[in-house]
Every structure is written in C-alpha cells, then in structure tokens.
C-alpha cells in the first residue's frame, strides 16, 4: 500500500488585531475561507505551508534456509547474483545459513523482498535444488 498525505504548518504573524469581534472566532460553518487562501477577504492571519510527507515503507527480511542437498556454490552464487552480495560476503552468509539453518540476505520494502524471493526459488527449481527462501516483516 502506498499513499501520500500531507500536513500543515501554521504560523502566527505577529501584529495587533483590529476590531471589535470576539478574540477568538468559533469553529467555521460554511465555507467561506475554500478560496485556496489567497482572498485577502478570508485572511484569517494564518500563514499555512503544506510539505509532502514521504511514508516510510514496511521493511522485510529475505532469509534463506538451510538444507542438505543445495551445493554450497550454488548458494553463494544465488546470494552474488540475486542479493547483489561480494563474494566473501556470499560465503559468509552461506556458511552461516548451513550452520545455523536460517540466516538473512538483505532487508527490502515488500516488492523488493517478494521479487527475490521468487527469483532465488525459480532459479533453484530450474536446477532441480531444495533451496528454500521466504520473507518476513520486520
Ligand atoms: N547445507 C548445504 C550443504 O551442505 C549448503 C546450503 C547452505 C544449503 C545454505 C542451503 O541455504 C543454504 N550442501
């Protein structure tokens, strides 16, 4: 799910009220000030700046898990290709996977996760290997 919204900053201007009127004004019933705010009829002395708010995206882990059939080098070639990883960090994380049972590849917002979860189990049954790898939220 992706949105954006954005948020209002407001700032006094400093400077003496004119008028009789009440000080404070009840909540608006119509809508008189809907001009975009450029009406100097509806200035209300309130200066709004709207910012776009940029939403973090839910992260998730890719893991892969062990098992015993997998060639170690088909692993470390997957970790290469897939997660972009150094060879020595390859084999640190294979050998990690093989010791442990689980171990993580990278951590991707959800559609990035989902595409390397699904490259790593294609790639592995075209070559008729168990290699198993799923995601999970952060
Ligand atoms: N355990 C496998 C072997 O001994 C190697 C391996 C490592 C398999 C990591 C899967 O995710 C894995 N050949």
Redesign the pocket.
């Known amino acids: 799910m992706t949105s954006t919204s954005s948020d209002t900053m407001q700032h006094h201007r400093s400077g003496k009220r004119s008028g009789g009127g009440p000080a404070i004004a009840g909540p608006r019933k119509d809508d008189s000030d809907r001009d975009g705010g450029n009406n100097p009829k509806f200035d209300t002395g309130t200066v709004t700046k709207t910012r776009p708010k940029t939403k973090k995206p839910n992260l998730y882990r890719v893991l892969?898990?062990?098992?015993?059939?997998?060639?170690?080098e088909f692993?470390v070639l997957v970790l290469q290709d897939v997660f972009n990883k150094s060879q020595e960090d390859a084999m640190r994380i294979?050998?990690h996977?093989?010791q442990k049972g689980v171990?993580e590849c990278g951590v991707y917002p959800y559609e990035v996760a989902e595409t390397k979860v699904t490259r790593v189990m294609d790639t592995a049954r075209k070559n008729q290997h168990p290699?198993?790898c799923v995601m999970e939220k952060q």
Not at 65 to 72: A, C, Q, R, S, V
């Open positions: 892969l898990l062990n098992d015993d059939y997998t060639p170690m692993v294979m050998l996977v093989h171990g290699l198993q």
